[in-house]
């Protein structure tokens, strides 16, 4: 388990990662879509406090349960598998930038799903979804930040050269 110290730190990590990432500098109102599994709700309550302090509009966005994947990809048809809510092309194209807290409970929950459901759902195809070319332009240049379980944490550097290991 991660300490307090631990998890700002990697909020910190984040951030800087999210800023480098992105060509632009961030402006005050700029949105931030926040993507997480329920196991890292505690660092993206931190990473939503950091990016209000930076006068960003942070929208959280919490991923589906295993159980909820395994319903879907298990019990849905074509038509449920490429829609996309309304509202949610809008929503891309203006994003600034999105961070995904990868924190997953099961890693196997879809072994028994068809690999044909799953394989095309990431990006829907102009015939399958709303997504025009240029919301999928922007959404592909907005900055980015992955984070997934820490094998060995990583401290900021202080400049923009490689991360150095952390002493906490």
Sequence with gaps: MLTERHLENYADILWWGLSTARRQRFRKNDVVQIRFHAGAVRLMEILYRKLLEKGLNPVPRLSPTPDMERSF?????????????????????????????????????????????????????????????????????????ACCRPQSLRAMPDSASRPTRARW
């Design 73 to 145: 990809y298990r019990l849905s048809g074509i038509r449920q598998l490429v829609f996309v809510p309304p509202g949610e092309e809008r929503f891309a194209e203006n994003l600034s930038g999105s961070i995904f807290l990868n924190a997953p409970e099961s890693l196997t929950h879809l072994r028994d799903a068809d690999p044909g459901k799953s394989a095309g759902r990431p990006w829907p195809t102009r015939r399958s979804g709303p997504f025009s070319n240029a919301a999928r332009r922007r959404a592909l240049t907005a900055g980015r930040s």
